[in-house]
């Protein structure tokens, strides 16, 4: 599990195709995994990926093709990616339970400055769009962000200065896709609704 603070913007270093999937490389500058350990989790863009590798300030990973099918962003050398490790119990909470399990890719349909913060807009797979509630919770790329406005399959969010600077989403722009997470507690509140039809 994660929380959706980003802990570090990493770089993928490198990318070699596997066994139909990727072995993915990517280098941290102040992630700290001086402490993690073969098997861990890191999450990378909101995708959740178990380390194989760890070499210095690097760290490898595996990347299946149905993860590949359905996230963006891990498949190009040189992208910046968001970074954040595991919770461990102790951990606060800062952000939403998030599981690195992208639930679908978006597209950003509007980023425009708001002079004291700036407005993402994003459309979502219309199957998502009944998940995503004004003040709640949703992750993009791998950021826990709360929901200002849900119009169809369009939501948008408010990002301060402080998030854009320590993550990648001040590189976005119309048309660009991004990986989606909807807060896990909606999926559950939907799976007891239809339990108790």
């Known amino acids: 599990m994660f929380s959706g603070i980003i802990a570090d913007v990493g770089t993928i270093e490198c990318t070699e195709n596997c066994d ?3 072995n993915l490389s990517v280098v941290t500058r102040s992630l700290g995994i001086e ?22 300030n690097r760290f490898s990973a595996n990347v299946s093709q149905e993860t590949l099918n359905c996230t963006v962003g891990l498949e190009v050398q040189g992208n910046r990616v968001n970074l954040e490790k595991a919770l461990r119990l102790a951990d606060r909470l800062g952000g939403h339970l998030v599981s690195g399990h992208v639930d679908g890719v978006g597209e950003v349909v509007e ?6 913060s700036w407005k993402l807009s994003v459309r979502v797979p219309q199957s998502l769009a009944k998940y995503i509630a004004v003040k709640g919770s949703i992750t ?44 896990l507690i909606a999926r559950y509140v939907e799976r007891i609704m239809q339990a108790r039809g």
Not at 44 to 55: A, E
Not at 150 to 171: H, M, Q
């Open 35 to 56: 402490d993690v350990q073969l098997g861990d989790s890191i999450a990378v863009n909101g995708v959740c990926l178990t380390v194989v590798k760890i070499d210095g």
């Open 140 to 183: 993009i790329n791998g950021v826990s962000l709360t929901v200002n406005q849900v119009e169809g399959d369009v939501f948008s969010v408010n990002l301060i200065p402080y998030t854009l600077e320590v993550t990648t989403l001040n590189e976005l722009s119309a048309g660009d896709k991004v990986n989606v997470e909807i807060d």
């Open 111 to 116: 980023f425009s400055d708001l002079v004291e």
């Open 20 to 22: 139909g999937g990727l």
